[in-house]
């Protein structure tokens, strides 16, 4: 053991590894909405280049500050040693290593720092340093393989900041727009700053812009050389906001000096890794831009001098995510979406077939590799909570047990896949969720909830939600409708400017052969979702009146009236057409709020108040035509909130809420 990792561990080696078991005597018990206080979200693994630690964080949920906080932990190999870095009242995130295992960086806003900046922390031991000063903050960054730069993305600073106003200090400016996309949620209302690349040097704290222009640079990556960097922008086409299509760029590490494309397909490229050698660049090639709510990786390779990419695997049709070579250059891993479930897999780096090294019924989230070979994954199952787990000789080996402690109190549910054909004939997966102590010689009462996107999948990866509505005695059904993720292109594209229609013939389908098995109370149906779930549960209550209550959350239903107030107009334009230019399809996409009178669902409306992914005035539509035609309704706002409900005290309210309304119109359902 390194003597500088001894002082550390003799400093702050914490307690957040074995399993916990429950109070003797105590039974398991069902899941509550309080319960969102106790669990921990364990962030990506991060192993250190010697591969002797591992790098992550821990969010926890702070019930008497009603906010979330994330510090940065480390774990040994071996999973003996668990050691917390930082303890700030202020959140910290994106742990990595430098290259000579000495500093841990992090990006934190801590003690008052302006926005999120990189900070160093020096394993030896001692405070951690903030390195950077960026008026932009830092969005993400990479070290330089000998470890003196780091390279850094961050935005424009605000010509303004700092300047006196013309009225008093303390006023409000005025908002003004001239961008294309000139919304997006959680930033609010955009402005012409763009984000660009930086190139910190580590012992001066020197900072020098190496990019400009009116347009985002991300994904930024050093060669292995330290020469170059490879980035992501979209600088051809005119202005970027009209266009989707981002490309791979290599420029050297100098300012001044001009990027070079690397890439022309006409749709979004993004992803670059280097090559060991930096002889080549494998990046995720999506799928073409109009295409933008649909998309789906493919992985590519080019020569980082310059030339003609290929595919490596053109037949794989799955979704692909986060590429890594390994460190000889023999092959490229990968996460891979497959049919409510996600894998790690590789492919050869010259092509050719697909092996999964992680599969079954689980979800990989990340994983990470050192230069020597160890593999590090965040992993979960329905059943479990993702961990970190060292892949060890073909074995996954948990290293990280946060939440062993809470399992141990509770009684979880048991999910299932199930599959059933659809009008068309096709296969269509879902997972059904059934409470602990199942019997199917009951009768239980059947809730609907649908993912949101349509680009996601409901998959084997433990869900708070479905899980509560099984701890109140209800079997949960979740379905992947065309227009889902997990099962190839032609499936994601089928809802093609169609929204409402094969999605809610799925759905229904799912319905009537859950209610087929025997064990469902065909008169206690309940249906909901977040986003495009809610927005699939205006449809579906439009189209039937069986399902008894409702709850629609971030949702709309008069999509003409989405136009210029969301963030999706790229989408609109591209698939739909302006609403001018095709008013009779904007149209038929409103029917579930044209077809408002044919609604006897109770529902409830929810959503939040600065949400600009889905406004809440298409929840405030539909609350307002369902309480003007006498259909028992009620409106959630959730102040300062945006399009994910954040604070913790509003999720509670609204697990809260939903099992009250579900209570209330399910005939008064009992665990």
């Known amino acids: 053991m390194h003597a500088r990792i001894a002082l550390l561990l003799a400093l702050t080696v914490c307690s957040l590894a074995p399993a916990v078991p429950a109070p003797l005597g105590a039974q398991p018990r069902p899941l509550r909405p309080t319960d969102i206080y106790r669990f921990r979200d364990v962030g990506a693994a991060r192993i250190s280049p010697d591969g002797a630690w591992v790098a992550y964080t821990v969010t ?25 870095m930082t303890a700030s009242p202020e959140a ?118 190496l990019t400009t222009g009116a347009f985002d640079d991300r994904q930024v990556r050093w060669s292995p050389d330290g020469k170059r960097l ?104 990968f996460l891979l979406g497959d049919d409510r479930a996600a894998h790690l897999a590789q492919v050869p780096a010259g092509g050719g077939d697909v092996t999964r ?68 004939g096709l296969t269509v997966g879902a997972l059904l969720v059934k409470p602990a102590g199942f019997d199917a010689t009951k009768q239980y009462p059947l809730l609907l909830r649908i ?28 379905v992947n409708y065309r227009g889902s993720s997990g099962r190839g292109r ?28 025997g064990f469902v109370d065909a008169s206690r149906l309940g249906i909901g979702g977040w986003s495009y779930g809610g927005i699939l549960t205006d449809y579906t209550i439009a189209t039937t009146t069986r ?28 698939e739909l057409g302006a609403p001018w230019k095709n008013p009779a399809l904007w149209q038929k996409l409103s029917y579930g709020f044209y077809k408002a009178d044919k609604i006897t669902t109770p529902t409830l409306f929810m959503g939040g108040e600065k949400d600009f992914n889905v406004p809440i005035s298409g929840s405030e539509q539909m609350y307002q035509a369902l309480r003007s035609l006498g259909v028992p309704t009620q409106l959630v706002v959730y102040p300062g909130q945006f399009h994910g409900i954040s604070r913790p005290s509003f999720v509670r309210d609204r697990y809260e809420r939903y099992l009250g309304w579900y209570r209330k119109y399910l005939q008064d359902v009992t665990p």
């Open 451 to 478: 993912h949101g996107g349509p680009n996601g999948q409901d998959q084997h990866l433990y869900n708070f939600e479905r899980e509560l509505f099984a701890a109140n005695g209800y079997l949960v059904l979740a």
């Open 60 to 84: 926890t949920v702070d019930s008497a500050k009603d906010k979330s906080d994330s510090d940065v932990y480390m774990v040994s190999w071996d999973g003996t040693r668990t050691v917390r």
């Open 490 to 517: 032609a499936w994601k594209k089928a809802i093609y400017a169609d929204w409402g229609n094969k999605e809610v013939q799925d759905l229904l389908a799912g319905v009537d052969h859950v209610i087929g098995l």
């Open 92 to 209: 910290e995130s994106n742990p990595r290593w430098s290259p000579d295992n000495r500093y841990l960086a992090f990006v934190s806003g801590r003690y008052e720092s302006k926005g999120g900046q990189l900070w160093l922390l020096d394993r030896a031991g001692g405070e951690a340093v903030r390195l950077t000063s960026l008026k932009g903050g830092v969005a993400e960054y990479d070290w330089s393989p000998d470890g003196s730069r780091i390279a850094v993305i961050s935005k424009d600073p605000d010509p303004n900041e700092g300047k006196p106003d013309s009225a008093a200090s303390a006023s409000p400016k005025p908002i003004v727009v001239d961008r294309y996309g000139f919304k997006r949620d959680g930033a609010g209302y955009l402005d012409e700053r763009r984000d660009h690349i930086w190139i910190v040097d580590v012992a001066t704290k020197k900072a020098e812009q």
């Open 230 to 333: 490879v980035f992501v922008s979209e600088r051809e086409g005119g202005d970027p906001d009209r266009v989707n299509n981002s490309d791979i760029y290599v420029v050297d590490a100098t300012p001044g000096a001009t990027p070079v494309r690397l890439t022309s397909w006409r749709g979004p490229d993004a992803g670059p890794v280097w090559s060991p050698d930096g002889q080549h660049i494998a990046y995720l090639q999506a799928s073409e831009p109009e295409l933008s709510a649909y998309t789906q990786n493919t992985i590519a390779l080019v020569p980082s001098s310059g030339g003609t990419p290929r595919l490596l695997a053109p037949t794989l049709d799955r979704d692909v995510s986060q590429l890594a070579f390994t460190p000889d250059g023999s092959a490229l891993r």
């Open 547 to 574: 399902f008894k209550a409702a709850t629609s959350g971030a949702g709309s239903a008069l999509q003409t009236s989405m136009y210029g107030t969301d963030q999706y107009i790229y989408q609109y334009e591209n």
């Open 357 to 424: 090294l992680v599969d079954g019924r689980r979800v990989v989230t990340a994983f990470d590799e050192s230069a020597n070979g160890r593999l590090v994954l965040n992993s979960g199952t329905a059943q479990r909570s993702a961990e970190v787990h060292a892949w060890d000789g073909g074995v996954l080996r948990a290293l990280t047990h946060v939440n062993d402690s809470v399992f141990a109190t509770l009684k979880v549910a048991t999910t299932e896949d199930v599959q059933f054909k659809n009008r068309d």
